[in-house]
């Protein structure tokens, strides 16, 4: 079976900006129909369509992502269970395919103009899942310049909340044009203040095993 949904939004927490946290033109999501009998779920392939994540920040040095999860992690989750209470443990997530296209990530600090944009997110993510690698090949503009992107074609995995372990390619590619003024200035000074429109330097590393 395949689930398909258009026009997504999640607004924002109380307190942050009228823009959504997070919107998608499409989400189409297609699972393994015998995995919803077991406890070990199949995910066949997951694919969004032009995501947008807008990630702010306040003045508390909260964000707007940290929040929505925190009021999402002290819900109830059925009659009788308490507050904050973890679900049981089940088996594991497996996904086959998942490929984000024409995405954009957005960072915004409290108040201080700087930020972090990066557009045209292409990644594709082939049988993932927690406990083993999976191979990954993501490309990106960086601060929504022609110049500035990240590039990554590799293995990452497993994943867990001590450590992302990868090895790979990864090649970024910086012209200073493309820099937020603000950003210049706050880390460069005066160097960077007028960068002109020279060439980018573009840097290249393997790295892992």
């Known amino acids: 079976p395949v689930v398909a949904l ?8 109380p307190g942050f900006s009228a823009r959504p946290l997070l919107t998608a033109r499409r989400v189409e999501a297609q699972v393994a129909l015998l995995s919803l009998f077991s406890k070990d779920f199949e995910i066949v392939r997951v694919a969004l369509d032009a995501p947008s994540v807008n990630i702010e920040a306040n003045a508390k040095d909260e964000t707007n992502a940290s929040l929505l999860l925190a009021a999402f992690a002290g819900a109830p989750s059925g ?3 308490a507050a904050g209470t973890p679900p049981a443990s089940g088996g594991g997530v497996a996904i086959r395919s998942l490929s984000i296209k024409s995405g954009t990530f957005r960072y915004a600090g409290a108040g201080t103009g700087q930020g972090l944009t990066v557009r045209d997110i292409e990644l594709a993510l082939t049988d993932f899942s927690s406990d083993s690698t999976c ?4 490309s990106a503009a960086l601060w ?13 995995g497993p994943f867990r909340t ?3 372990p990868a090895s790979g390619s990864l090649a970024v590619t910086l012209a ?3 820099i937020p003024p603000a950003l210049r200035q706050t880390y460069f000074g005066d160097l960077l203040r007028d ?7 573009r840097k290249t590393a393997r790295f892992g095993k």
């Open 6 to 13: 258009n026009g997504i939004s999640v607004a924002n927490p």
């Open 144 to 156: 929504g310049g022609r110049s500035s992107r990240v590039d990554f074609d590799g293995r990452g």
């Open 79 to 81: 009659p009788g269970t």
């Open 176 to 178: 200073p044009a493309d």
């Open 162 to 164: 001590d450590s992302v």
């Open 135 to 138: 191979r990954i090949k993501l």
């Open 195 to 201: 960068p002109g429109s020279g060439l980018p330097s």
